[in-house]
């Protein structure tokens, strides 16, 4: 069954962009005017942004962290699953809120983590790079998952997802990685999202 994606399973889906602490400015005028250093004499805030955009960048994909990612994610689904039924047989209002919560990915992903043998920032890297590509082939249709968008409402930034192939952002490795588990590692994601996006 097909869905209209609400704003709040967007925000699940979609990781945010990672934003400079507003705390950088603060050193800055606390230093006399001078952008605070890291350890290494580099100014702290372009040594944000290079993390930043490490952060973003797709990860290099192989068929060993594709197999990681696949024990993550099926640990994920158990762990929400779990919090599914706390919620549905809770006995009090705050039972039921810290079980909803259980479910969000920011609960569930070092649990993740640990049953793919990753640490948890590989582990979030190799998750999100394989759930953006996902995503996009489910909204252009180009697999069976449960979600689809207005594209008359949808952001500019999301309009220009749509028309790309997000494969192009991957390295010819990791897109060959990739596509030789796609069997596999499309039933867990769309069982996932039914999971967290759909029945959450």
């Known amino acids: 069954m097909r869905f209209q994606l609400t704003a709040r399973s967007l925000r699940r889906l979609i990781p945010s962009a990672l934003l400079v602490a507003a705390a950088c400015g603060k050193e800055a005028n606390d230093t006399g005017g001078q952008p605070p250093v890291d350890a290494a004499g580099a100014p702290a805030?372009?040594?944000s942004s290079s993390d930043a955009s490490a952060q973003s960048a797709p990860a290099e994909l192989t068929s060993a962290n594709l197999d990681a990612y696949a024990r993550g994610i099926t640990k994920e689904i158990a762990l929400v699953q779990a919090a599914q039924e706390r919620a549905r047989t809770a006995t009090t209002p705050q039972a039921r809120g810290e079980a909803m919560q259980?479910?969000?990915?920011?609960?569930t992903i070092s649990g993740g983590a640990e049953a793919a043998g990753l640490s948890t920032d590989s582990y979030r890297q190799v998750r999100r790079t394989?759930?953006?590509?996902l995503q996009t082939l489910d909204f252009q249709g180009k697999i069976d998952g449960p979600m689809q968008m207005d594209t008359a409402?949808?952001?500019p930034e999301m309009k220009k997802q749509l028309a790309s192939d997000p494969m192009s952002e991957l390295s010819a490795s990791s897109r060959a990685a990739l596509e030789a588990q796609m069997n596999t590692l499309v039933p867990l994601w769309?069982?996932?999202v039914n999971l967290t996006a759909v029945a959450g």
């Open 153 to 155: 409402r949808a952001t």
């Open 45 to 47: 805030a372009a040594s």
């Open 130 to 133: 394989v759930h953006h590509v």
């Open 190 to 192: 769309i069982q996932y």
């Open 102 to 107: 259980a479910q969000w990915e920011d609960q």
